[in-house]
């Protein structure tokens, strides 16, 4: 494994994901720590947007292209039944500070880690506008994951 593989971590990246999904705090706080305690926060911040990446190219299920606009609101509907306020807006303040600077430093292991939940947040909202909400569930967001990017999301409905 070289330094810059992070594919071992991927399974607790869904697991947050899908702690979002569910909209369940205490599994989210507890996934959070986890993480943190592990000392790989940033790494598993790459493996999230390297997930996310995959997703924001797709139409949603409808087949119209995502909104950036409407996946921001869901963003941060999403943080706002998980964080605490204070958090909430601490993990936004990280995302805005972090795209402000993004290639002047690395964000500090507490930015890291509210960027974490912005990016877990995003690509539940973002999976669920393109996949549809009874399609990707924490069950599917693996397998979801090791979709190519040029597949099909919904089949074409041939009327007959």
Known sequence: MTDTDTSYLRPVMYEL?????????????EIADRIEDSGHIREVLTEANRYGETLSGRDDCTGDPVSPEFIGA??????????SPHEELAAMAALDD????????????????????VAAAGIAELGSRVFGPTEFTPETVASIADLPSDQPVVEPVVEG
């Open 17 to 29: 994901v899908g702690a979002y999904l569910l909209g369940d705090p205490d599994r989210v706080a």
């Open 74 to 83: 869901g963003i941060r509907a999403r943080l706002a039944t998980i964080l």
């Open 98 to 117: 972090f795209a402000a600077t993004r290639s002047k430093s690395a964000p500090t292991p507490l930015s890291a880690l509210l960027l974490l939940h």
